[in-house]
């Protein structure tokens, strides 16, 4: 029995795995967080987002870090179950989304910023 942790005994390079994971922590999880948390210290401005407007008006930063990290883990669990189940776009598009959606929000947080 293959564990469902493991890309081994899949279709999937474990290399491509990781890169496309590391871009989706450095848009999703570092860059629209760092700059998240920047925008509500320089300018002031109230979370877009809200449900993490209701997590970081209960528990601060940790809410909002926290609310990522949530999302981050289930898009992961989806990503490494449709490795073992080899559906494609059920691996390929949770990293997809959260890159897309941290540049996004990375980017407009520093539009915030600029003024």
């Known amino acids: 029995m293959r564990s469902w942790l493991s890309l081994e005994g899949t279709g999937f390079d474990p290399t491509e ?5 590391l871009v989706a922590t450095l848009t999703y999880g570092v860059g629209d967080v760092v700059t998240t948390l920047a925008v509500f210290r320089a300018v002031g401005v109230g979370e877009g ?13 940790a809410g909002l870090v926290g609310t990522k990290l949530a999302a981050f883990g289930v898009c992961l669990a989806v990503s490494l179950w449709a490795a073992q189940t080899d559906d494609r776009v059920a691996f390929y598009l949770p990293p997809a989304v959260l890159a897309v959606a941290g540049a996004f929000t990375t980017a407009l947080n520093v539009r915030l910023l600029v003024g």
Not at 49 to 61: E, S
């Open 49 to 61: 987002n809200g449900l993490l407007r209701v997590a970081t008006a209960a528990f601060g930063r």
């Open 17 to 21: 795995f990781s890169r496309l994971w």
